[in-house]
C-alpha cells in the first residue's frame, strides 16, 4: 500500500518544516510545500496529493479560499482538505468546512493527533464528527446566517432524501437514520451518498451544514 501523500500550505516556513518532520516520521509522504493559497491551488493541481494540511489566515489567497477551489476542481476528487491553524473560533470552522474541508486541527494539537488526522481524512473521514459540527453550526447560525443567495438550495432532492438530510443533520449514524426511517442501513448509506453527490459534499460534516444553511433545520429544534 503506497504512502499518503501531502501537500503542506503555510506562510511560517517552520511550520511547513515542523509538519513535514513530524509526518515523514510516521511514513507519510511530503510530495510539496506553499506559502499562499496561490501556491497551494497551483501544487495541488500539479501534484494532486491525497491530502492538503492547509492554513486558514495567510497573505493573498487565504486558507479557505484555497480549500474552495481544491475542492470544486474535478481533477482533485480524491484530495481531501485538513484545515491546521492556530485560529480555532467557530466561524472559522464552519467556513472550512462550507469550503469542502474534511477536517479542522489546531496547531496546538499533539504531533500523533496531526498525524492520525492526516490519515483519517485520508482515509475518508471527516475529522469533526457529525454531532460535534451540530454544535458548532447551532451556535453559529444563530450568530450569523448566510443571504439567500448563498444558502445550498435542496430542490434536487427527493422527499426521502430530504428527511435523510433532516436526521444526519441531527448527528444522526445510517443505522440511526435507518431505525427511524424504518429502512435498511444499506439503503440509508446509498441515500447519503446520492445527497453528497447532489450537494457536492465531500463528507456528512458538510451534509450537517446543509440541513441548517437551506433551512432544513433550525438551531434547538
Not at 495541488?44 to 497573505?59: E, F, G, K, Y
Not at 480524491?78 to 467557530?90: A, C, S, W
Not at 467556513?95 to 492526516?118: H, M, N, T, Y
Amino acid at each position: 500500500m503506497s504512502p499518503t501523500r501531502v501537500l503542506i500550505v503555510d506562510d511560517q516556513a517552520l511550520i511547513r518544516a515542523a509538519v513535514r518532520d513530524l509526518l515523514e516520521a510516521d511514513g507519510i509522504e511530503v510530495v510539496g510545500d506553499a506559502a499562499d493559497g496561490d501556491q497551494a491551488v497551483a501544487l495541488a493541481t500539479r501534484l494532486r496529493p491525497d491530502v492538503v494540511v492547509c492554513d486558514i489566515r495567510m497573505p493573498g489567497m487565504d486558507g479557505i479560499e484555497a480549500t474552495r477551489r481544491i475542492c470544486a476542481d474535478p481533477a482533485l476528487t480524491n484530495t481531501r482538505v485538513l484545515i491546521l491553524t492556530t485560529f480555532e473560533e467557530d466561524e472559522y470552522v464552519v467556513a472550512a468546512l462550507r469550503a469542502g474541508a474534511s477536517g479542522f486541527i489546531g496547531k496546538g494539537a499533539e504531533p500523533d493527533e496531526i498525524v492520525r488526522a492526516v490519515l483519517t481524512v485520508d482515509e475518508g473521514g471527516a475529522l469533526l464528527s457529525p454531532a460535534a459540527t451540530r454544535g458548532v453550526i447551532e451556535k453559529y447560525v444563530r450568530r450569523s446566517s448566510p443571504t439567500s443567495g448563498d444558502a445550498p438550495s435542496l430542490t434536487m432532492l427527493t422527499d426521502r432524501e430530504r428527511e435523510v438530510l433532516r436526521h444526519v443533520g441531527r448527528g444522526r449514524s445510517n443505522d440511526e437514520v435507518a431505525a427511524s426511517l424504518f429502512i435498511s442501513p444499506h439503503t440509508a448509506k446509498t441515500h447519503v451518498k446520492n445527497i453528497m453527490l447532489k450537494l457536492g459534499a465531500h463528507d456528512r460534516a458538510q451534509l450537517v451544514i446543509a440541513a441548517y444553511e437551506s433551512g432544513l433545520l433550525v438551531p434547538g429544534q
